[in-house]
């Protein structure tokens, strides 16, 4: 095979376009190396750059701007066997730079093409990560605000092995290339090239213009030395042979029968340190116990230790297809921070509706059965009145009985803390 050029789709980059060497370097790269397309895949990002994948037989993934290293991380390491090549425009760069630190980071075996031309070249010619900041552009004077990155510097900083810079009229460039390829980690190479349609027509910029600047760039670490290491990929699937295998998960068997059949639907409202997710959890489990399908869905503020908690749980014996709760069976209603934030529910339960409330919550007018229940007379904690307040509604059988809830308790807690659950719904039941 003397090329893996897509012969049925040839590459449309503009007259003296630097890709396009990019392309026809990239393709002699890898035929040198006696790759198939099979060995190889190309993940491009978006952009004139993005458009490499199209043009090569091989194995292609185009993804979203700036991400395209995300897609080539998984890519490889679900394949390890295959060379991964990304492609990217200055463009890409800039808007995908963390997703580049990421990767300098990890290290792992992609090799990064970043197709340099310090420009949006395909969107109008608006400055980049990269642009100088005495060029003229299309956006005006925004790069003379803004110092340019130079992404070897950064890369080599973050982690990475191997950073080459090049021009894309260098006789060597194939080497270079190959060089990047075999590296056994992350590579990155940033290729200067030129931009006839949108840079050039306001920038003086030629192959030996960037020859020159080239040169004039100090050296560039050893970064092959300073940031030696092994592989990602190598490194993770060597730790993860040193774990022991999961535990097959928890099969709930359906040993009780559910109080009613059809869909059950039960709102916990409550404040922050009242243990309402962990209530809800229980109802699915008991739930499950009963052969029943169950979902939850919570709500809390990022402070999770203070403000609202709330807990939505269906229990059906079909399928549940939506997880939207209107009109819930059952409502429990333990701190004014949970009724403030359902107070439209609840003002609209329709009379089939039953509320379990702790007493000195207020609630506005329903027309549901309002249960009031004094845990604090009961010398219950705020931290326990959602597990009491679940064996009440077993002692009233509804949506769960009380074989469900011992079913949860034993499926959920630890000896010691089933214990502690057991006084606490023990003086549950007694106030049901």
Same mark, same amino acid.
């Given at each position: 095979?003397?090329?893996?050029?897509?012969?049925?789709?040839?590459?449309?980059?503009?007259?003296?376009?630097?890709?396009?060497?990019?392309?026809?370097?990239?393709?002699?790269?890898?035929?040198?190396?006696?790759?198939?397309?099979?060995?190889?895949?190309?993940?491009?990002?978006?952009?004139?750059?993005?458009?490499?994948?199209?043009?090569?037989?091989?194995?292609?993934?185009?993804?979203?701007?700036?991400?395209?290293?995300?897609?080539?991380?998984?890519?490889?390491?679900?394949?390890?066997?295959?060379?991964?090549?990304?492609?990217?425009? %200055?463009?890409?760069?800039?808007?995908?730079?963390?997703?580049?630190?990421?990767?300098?980071?990890?290290?792992?075996?992609?090799?990064?093409?970043?197709?340099?031309?310090?420009?949006?070249?395909?969107?109008?010619?608006?400055?980049?990560?990269?642009?100088?900041? %005495?060029?003229?552009?299309?956006?005006?004077?925004?790069?003379?605000?803004?110092?340019?990155?130079?992404?070897?510097?950064?890369?080599?900083?973050?982690?990475?092995?191997?950073?080459?810079?090049?021009?894309?009229?260098?006789?060597?460039?194939?080497?270079?290339?190959?060089?990047?390829?075999?590296?056994?980690?992350?590579?990155?190479?940033?290729?200067?090239?030129?931009?006839?349609?949108?840079?050039?027509?306001?920038?003086?910029?030629?192959?030996?213009?960037?020859?020159? %600047?080239?040169?004039?760039?100090?050296?560039?670490?050893?970064?092959?030395?300073?940031?030696?290491?092994?592989?990602?990929?190598?490194?993770?699937?060597?730790?993860?042979?040193?774990?022991?295998?999961?535990?097959?998960?928890?099969?709930?068997?359906?040993?009780?029968?559910?109080?009613?059949?059809?869909?059950?639907?039960?709102?916990?409202?409550?404040?922050?340190?009242?243990?309402?997710?962990?209530?809800?959890?229980?109802?699915?489990?008991?739930?499950?116990?009963?052969?029943?399908?169950?979902?939850?869905?919570?709500?809390?503020?990022?402070?999770?230790?203070?403000?609202?908690?709330?807990?939505?749980?269906?229990?059906?014996?079909?399928?549940?297809?939506?997880?939207?709760?209107?009109?819930?069976?059952?409502?429990?209603?333990?701190?004014?921070?949970?009724?403030?934030?359902?107070?439209?529910?609840?003002?609209?339960?329709?009379?089939?509706?039953?509320?379990?409330?702790?007493?000195?919550?207020?609630?506005?007018?329903?027309?549901?059965?309002?249960?009031?229940?004094?845990?604090?007379?009961?010398?219950?904690?705020?931290?326990?009145?959602?597990?009491?307040?679940?064996?009440?509604?077993?002692?009233?059988?509804?949506?769960?009985?009380?074989?469900?809830?011992?079913?949860?308790?034993?499926?959920?807690?630890?000896?010691?803390?089933?214990?502690?659950?057991?006084?606490?719904?023990?003086?549950?039941?007694?106030?049901?």
């Amino acid at each position: 095979m003397d090329s893996l050029l897509n012969a049925s789709r040839p590459a449309v980059f503009c007259p003296g376009c630097s890709h396009d060497k990019v392309l026809h370097a990239l393709d002699k790269t890898l035929i040198d190396m006696g790759d198939t397309g099979n060995d190889v895949v190309i993940v491009t990002d978006i952009g004139c750059s993005g458009l490499l994948d199209t043009f090569f037989n091989t194995h292609a993934f185009h993804g979203l701007h700036g991400r395209a290293l995300t897609y080539a991380t998984g890519i490889k390491m679900a394949r390890p066997d295959l060379k991964v090549i990304v492609t990217m425009g %200055d463009g890409g760069l800039g808007i995908g730079c963390a997703h580049v630190l990421s990767t300098c980071r990890r290290n792992i075996d992609l090799t990064l093409l970043v197709l340099n031309n310090f420009n949006y070249g395909m969107t109008g010619g608006q400055c980049s990560f990269t642009t100088p900041q %005495d060029a003229v552009v299309g956006s005006g004077f925004l790069n003379r605000l803004e110092k340019p990155v130079d992404i070897c510097q950064v890369a080599g900083a973050a982690g990475a092995g191997m950073v080459l810079r090049v021009s894309t009229y260098q006789k060597d460039l194939v080497e270079a290339l190959k060089a990047a390829i075999t590296f056994d980690g992350f590579s990155l190479v940033d290729i200067w090239g030129v931009c006839p349609s949108r840079y050039t027509r306001r920038n003086k910029l030629t192959p030996e213009a960037i020859e020159a %600047d080239l040169a004039r760039l100090p050296d560039l670490p050893d970064f092959k030395t300073q940031n030696a290491r092994m592989e990602y990929g190598k490194a993770y699937r060597q730790e993860a042979a040193k774990l022991s295998d999961p535990p097959d998960p928890v099969r709930i068997e359906a040993t009780c029968v559910p109080p009613q059949t059809g869909r059950q639907e039960v709102v916990i409202i409550g404040g922050a340190g009242q243990r309402i997710i962990t209530a809800g959890e229980l109802l699915c489990l008991a739930g499950a116990s009963a052969g029943c399908h169950a979902t939850q869905k919570n709500d809390y503020p990022i402070t999770v230790m203070k403000g609202h908690s709330v807990s939505e749980v269906i229990l059906s014996d079909v399928a549940v297809g939506y997880t939207g709760i209107e009109d819930p069976s059952v409502v429990i209603a333990l701190a004014s921070e949970g009724v403030n934030r359902r107070k439209k529910m609840l003002a609209a339960l329709s009379p089939q509706s039953v509320v379990i409330k702790a007493a000195g919550v207020e609630l506005p007018d329903c027309r549901a059965t309002v249960i009031e229940v004094d845990f604090k007379a009961h010398q219950i904690k705020s931290r326990d009145w959602a597990l009491a307040a679940l064996a009440v509604l077993a002692r009233q059988n509804k949506a769960l009985t009380m074989e469900m809830l011992m079913a949860a308790l034993t499926l959920r807690f630890k000896k010691s803390v089933f214990e502690m659950a057991m006084a606490v719904t023990n003086i549950g039941i007694q106030i049901g």
